[in-house]
């Protein structure tokens, strides 16, 4: 059974900002007014879509009827299209989460292998096969491969799952260029739809055969994923240079943090509500915190510049 993608909708493509979820503050409740303002921020500046309650976007720190009510809203409110994690601990909860987005009306789903319990290579063929059957035709969906956060889908496993023409595509987070290779390579036997999650080495994803890159980084940032992706696909290697200097200075700069704390805190500083962090930070971390927000403020400028904004 082929995926909906495959059978004439338009395929996702260029920058997927990977949108952090604004929390009420001392709450652990989504914050729907600062979520559509985010919205209508990243979507004014050309991204190709937004992809809500990934790892950036923290999902795991939501109930599911929050999830559901701010997906619903989300949607109306873009301009671009929305792709959303439906991960979770159980089958039944991706499905159910699933269900829930092809009613809101979104471009597809992300899916992780279940959470926090390792999986069998064996038992996740069976969860996404059984996954795909009981969602149907209604939604592409997409696998998620993340192993710094749940099970690795293996390179013989996604080979077989993509195969099978049930899945859209995936978003390959582990950064491996080696695991990227071999999505390339299935991607010349099967047409499927294959994005990047490391901003880091996205360039060289581009030359693999990706489409585009689902960026936690372009949350606050979309004007340089954006800029970047331009100038990957002309060939600008002058403008390349320049733009991969700045993602290794912001990205020197946030990965100081637990992710995505230094994200939020950018977007803070460019006047979002980002809202409270899940977990509170040591008295060091918030004290190179307030550093970074100092050195944030005096580099965006700079940074919007190189971007022509």
Known sequence: MKRPNAAGRTPLEGVIAAAITPRQAQESSIDLGATLELIDFLG????????????????????????????????????VPILVNVSHSTLDGAVGLA??????????????????????????????????????????????????????????TVTDLLASGRFAG??????????????????????FTLFAGHERIYGQCLRIGAQGIVSGVASALPELIVAQDHAYRAGDQDRIGRLDARLLEFLTQVEQFPWP???????????????????????TENRKLAEFAEWFRGWLPELLRECGK
Do not use: W
Request: charged content about 20%; some cysteine; proline content about 4%.
């Open 99 to 156: 269900r829930d987005a092809v009613s809101a009306g979104v471009a597809g789903v992300l899916v992780m292998p279940p959470y926090y319990f390792r999986q069998s290579q064996e038992s996740i063929r069976s969860f996404f096969y059984t996954f795909a059957a009981q969602v149907g035709d209604a939604t592409p969906i997409y696998l998620y491969n993340i192993p710094a956060c749940t099970s690795e889908i293996d390179t013989t």
């Open 261 to 283: 704390a230094g994200v939020k805190e950018a977007a803070k500083q460019r006047k979002l509500k980002a809202g409270a962090l899940a977990s509170p930070l040591g008295e």
């Open 170 to 191: 995936i978003k390959d987070s582990s950064g491996s260029l080696n695991y990227f290779q071999t999505l390339g390579e299935q991607r010349s036997k099967t047409p």
């Open 44 to 79: 004014e500046r050309g991204v190709g879509g937004i992809a809500l309650l990934g790892s950036t976007g923290e999902f795991v720190h939501f109930a599911l009827d929050d999830r559901r009510h701010m997906l619903n809203f989300a949607v109306r409110r873009s301009r």
